[in-house]
């Protein structure tokens, strides 16, 4: 588990909530399953921080990935047997997003890597129709453009929260890409797409909804993992204005987001405890907002 891997901090306040009823109940036991894991991290990262040590042991990352892979099972089961009942209880979105996430943190703990067709950005999953998709993360983003499909087929609406965890994903999708790779002239355009892509899923978002701290703190591990990725690979960088440049972007996009979650911080001293331990991490232990 990596430290700049995570974006568990608040997903404990963003998971799906739902009804009660036949269907829910069902649903209830995919997202323990979800919550079982996410709390195994929470719990490795918070070990991590506080011994310096960047990886959790492998342990805790076999027993997340075992529940991750128990949430994605509860919730294709759920989907192919009840899908008209979640339907009709305004559930089968979230039973789809809920899925999505399981399939997000197994190809991260797997450390899938993406595959040389894959694009920063891309909206199409790699395998075409006729083909299945060969790994975890080429059917998680399969999945994602088939969430699409289904929602605007049938007329689902999301909630607030399960809109902007499914539009975010697709950034989730490219920081993953980013971190995977080596070469840092690839790496920044993964980061600049996944940057670009969570802030995008908060398009209608009301200034006070805590969401808005979730994605935050997702766009400060991403410039965190570019800041990461540069101090590693900037002196292979062939035109030498560029690393002076893409730093300057991830300092002023990290304030940039800190300054915007003020309202938040403000008010909540835990939040901005670990929003400042972010902005730390990619050399700004302080800013100041105008």
Not at 15 to 30: P, Q, S, W
Not at 240 to 260: H, L, M, S, Y
Request: contains cysteine; proline residues 4%.
């Amino acid at each position: 588990m990596t430290r700049y891997s995570r974006f568990l901090l608040f997903l404990l306040l963003v998971l799906l909530c739902l009804a009660f009823g036949c269907a829910a109940l069902t649903l209830r036991e995919a997202q323990d399953s979800f919550n079982k894991a996410a709390e195994i991290e929470l719990r490795a990262l918070d070990r991590s921080w506080r011994s310096d040590n960047p990886d959790a042991s492998p342990g805790d990352a076999l027993a997340a990935l075992n529940s991750y892979r128990l949430a994605n099972a509860a919730a294709t089961k759920l989907i192919e047997a009840h899908s008209a009942s979640l339907k009709e209880d305004n559930l089968l979105g979230a039973a789809y997003v809920l899925k999505a996430m399981a399939l997000w943190r197994i190809s991260d703990l797997e450390a899938v890597q993406p595959s040389e067709d894959e694009k920063p950005g891309a909206d199409q999953g790699t395998a075409g129709p006729d083909k299945k998709p060969s790994n975890t993360r080429q059917e998680l983003l399969a999945l994602l453009n088939r969430i699409e499909q289904i929602l605007s087929n049938q007329g689902i609406t999301l909630g607030t929260r399960d809109r902007v965890i499914f539009k975010a994903l697709y950034g989730f999708y490219d920081h993953d890409g980013g971190r995977a790779e080596s070469d840092y002239m690839k790496a920044r355009v993964w980061f600049q797409s996944a940057n670009k892509r969570l802030k995008e899923s908060l398009s209608g978002v009301a200034p006070q909804h805590p969401i808005r701290v979730y994605i935050g703190s997702a766009r400060l591990r991403t410039l965190a993992a570019w800041n990461q990725a540069l101090y590693v690979g900037k002196k292979s960088v062939a035109d030498p204005e560029v690393p002076g440049k893409d730093q300057r972007v991830i300092n002023e996009t990290a304030k940039e987001v800190f300054c915007e979650l003020r309202p938040f911080w403000e008010t909540n001293v835990e939040v901005k405890r670990s929003l400042t331990q972010l902005l730390a991490s990619i050399g700004l232990p302080s800013v100041q907002c105008e």
